[in-house]
């Protein structure tokens, strides 16, 4: 073969690096949205505001009141691998904030226009800066590329617009809004009741009323009935448990063997995360088959803790999957707890009908 056949290696641009591994975090607009709530979240909101426009693909826009960003590191706050959070290596089992990786706004600014205002309690004025490929840009050609003061309220909005404006096979692959949206409700939805005590807006730009709001004084259950119906919510068992072994919590809301819908509603978070693990998801379906009529599912809110040394956030970019060790005994302990409480509420509800 002639040296000619064979081909040359070349160093891939940073900016196509950065895109690809954009592309690997955030999928779609929900993910972006996740990540944002996150953040909000991490700087201690208490009131979290998402607007909408065309499913998030147009323009994606967060509002929090959390601690805000300093001036100071606007500069490199959407560059890859720049964080608050983590310090050290051993500092990834001990973490207790969402983000550690400083890599969700980077990616973000990689696909999408990205623009903060942020404003911390002790300035007095707030500063707004756009960034592409995770830099500042200039806000007129030929001015200088820094955050300009502007009026705002103690906090951080962060739009994203026209998501995958470059890449262009992703942009195609997501061209319907609606679900979309659904995707963007979904994730606003668990996080407003995981997180009682943070109220949570999201609307439609445009839109007066709004698709998800719940109050900071909301309890769990107030929230279960805001947002899915009070034919989930009277039908509610209260479930907690600790097993000091692994150690585990369990805490959660899990419908009784009156409520049966046709698709299994599962809100499962681990660490505060919310995530999805089609092992849990598959062993507590199988409790409820002996309760519930067939082809029919629960409604199950479940908050697991595990010490962070044994669960790894980092297996999946999109952090979605989690893996944790005692697997196998942990997932038989949460059927137990659950057979228990179901079982328990079934004879005091037998022995209510017979008095
Ligand atoms: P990570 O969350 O992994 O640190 P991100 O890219 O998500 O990485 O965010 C980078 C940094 O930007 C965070 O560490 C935090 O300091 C800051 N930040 C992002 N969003 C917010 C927000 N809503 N309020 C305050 N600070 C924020
Ligand atoms: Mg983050």
Redesign the pocket.
């Known amino acids: 073969m002639s040296t000619d056949a064979v081909p040359t290696i070349k160093r891939l641009d940073e900016a196509v690096v950065n895109r690809i591994a954009a592309g690997e975090i955030i999928h779609r607009p929900a993910n972006a949205l996740k ?2 709530i ?3 979240l ?2 201690r ?1 208490t009131a979290i505001q998402v607007s909408v426009k065309d499913g998030g693909l147009k323009l994606l826009q ?1 509002q ?1 009141n ?4 300093k001036l100071e ?1 606007m500069g490199i ?2 560059e890859r691998f ?5 310090r050290t290596f051993d500092d990834l089992s001990s973490m207790s ?11 973000i600014s990689h696909v999408a226009h990205v623009t903060i205002t ?1 404003k911390t309690t002790g300035t007095n004025c707030a500063y707004k800066a756009s960034y592409s490929d995770g830099v500042i840009i200039p806000a007129k050609p030929g001015a200088a590329a820094e955050p300009k003061p502007c009026a705002g309220n103690n ?2 909005q ?1 739009s994203a617009e026209d998501l995958f404006y470059n890449v262009p096979t992703r942009r195609k692959a997501l061209k319907n809004a609606t679900e979309e949206y659904n995707r963007i409700l979904d994730i606003v939805n668990r996080y407003a009741i995981h997180n009682a005590g943070v109220s949570f807006t999201c609307r439609k730009i445009g839109s007066n009323t709004p698709d998800v709001h719940t109050t900071n004084s909301a309890s769990v259950v107030d929230n279960i009935r805001q947002i899915y119906g009070s034919s989930v919510a009277n039908e509610l068992l209260f479930v907690e448990q600790s097993y000091p072994v692994y150690p585990l919590k369990i805490k959660g809301w899990i419908s009784n063997a009156n409520y049966s819908v046709k698709k299994f509603a599962f809100l499962l978070f681990i660490n505060h995360r919310s995530v999805d693990s089609p092992a849990i998801r598959k062993a507590i379906e199988g409790v409820y088959a002996s309760y519930l009529p067939k082809n029919t599912h629960p409604w199950v809110y479940l908050s697991l803790e595990l010490d962070p040394r044994n669960v790894d956030v980092n297996v999946h970019p999109t952090k979605r999957e989690v893996h944790f060790m005692n697997e196998e005994e942990i997932i038989a302990t949460i059927c137990d707890t659950i057979q228990e409480r179901l079982g328990d509420a079934n004879v005091s509800r037998n022995f209510m009908t017979q008095t």
């Not at 959390?66 to 960003?69: A, M, N, R, S, T």
């Not at 904030?97 to 990616?107: I, P, W």
């Open positions: 990540e944002l996150e953040n909000s991490d700087a909101s967060i929090d959390g601690h805000g960003i590191d706050v959407c720049t964080t608050s959070k983590l904030t969402y983000g550690f990786r400083g890599e969700a706004l980077a990616s942020t906090g951080t962060i």
